[in-house]
């Protein structure tokens, strides 16, 4: 079974400063992950995927997530957050076969300016 | 391109009517759509996969007699509540895949329905 983990709800930050989001993964194949971001009242827009190219994914906005297999983990980063990051985040695995997602719990990032 | 669009985007109704939500893919065919639930402040729960011409699957625990779910065309899924209650107020997402545009392990999100049973 496959299964995905966000450490922690909530991620404040202040503006400029670097946006680390975790995200861990349990799968016993391959896994498709996916980053996305929800702002209030609106579907998911895609960040990022990886999908068993480039261990380092780039995204847009100015986010990249780096696919680390011996440490099951998926985390996002920007370098620099900007107050129009502030949105709720979820991290998501995909299955092969079935090509459903598993979603993580969410992170709320908040930026302080 | 890859864009899909949900009808309505919120939606009233009295508890014990029944809501239908539609879910398009504009630009691709969609073999499969997935049909997910959100409550406030928490993550996508997957309620049911979609597939063109046949019966939904539904995931343990979602009562398919309640969420009534047709995939009739590769570009139209609806999920319809029946005999709405208050408890199945929550925002209903639905997502499509596009096999033949090379990215068949992507889905692609909606806008969301927002839901609201008094």
């Known amino acids: 079974a496959q299964s995905v983990t966000q450490l922690g709800s909530h991620v404040s930050v202040s503006e400029g400063a670097l946006v680390l989001l975790r995200c861990n993964y349990s799968s016993s194949v391959p896994p498709y992950l996916f980053w996305y971001v929800q702002y209030p009242n609106q579907g998911l827009q895609l960040l990022l995927k990886y999908t068993s190219a480039a261990t380092l994914v780039k995204g847009i906005n100015g986010f990249e997530a780096e696919f680390k297999k011996s440490e099951t983990s998926f985390h996002l980063t920007k370098p620099s957050a900007h107050m129009s990051d502030a949105a709720e985040y979820f991290c998501a695995v995909g299955t092969s076969g079935t090509y459903k997602y598993i979603f993580g719990t969410g992170t709320r990032l908040k930026v302080l300016a | 391109g890859a864009v899909v669009s949900q009808h309505p985007s919120r939606v009233i109704c009295k508890s014990g009517t029944s809501v239908k939500i539609e879910c398009r893919s504009l630009?691709?065919?969609?073999?499969?759509m997935f049909w997910y639930r959100q409550f406030p402040k928490q993550s996508l729960m997957l309620m049911a996969t979609s597939n063109e011409g046949s019966k939904a699957t539904y995931e343990q625990g979602v009562e398919k007699d309640k969420f009534l779910i047709n995939h009739a065309s590769l570009t139209l899924s609806t999920l319809t509540v029946t005999s709405a209650h208050p408890e199945d107020s929550s925002f209903y997402i639905c997502?499509?895949?596009?096999?033949?545009?090379?990215?068949?392990?992507?889905?692609?999100f909606g806008p969301g329905t927002r839901l609201t049973v008094l």
């Open positions: 997502s499509a895949r596009d096999v033949a545009g090379g990215r068949w392990n992507e889905q692609f």
């Open positions: 630009d691709f065919q969609a073999t499969t």
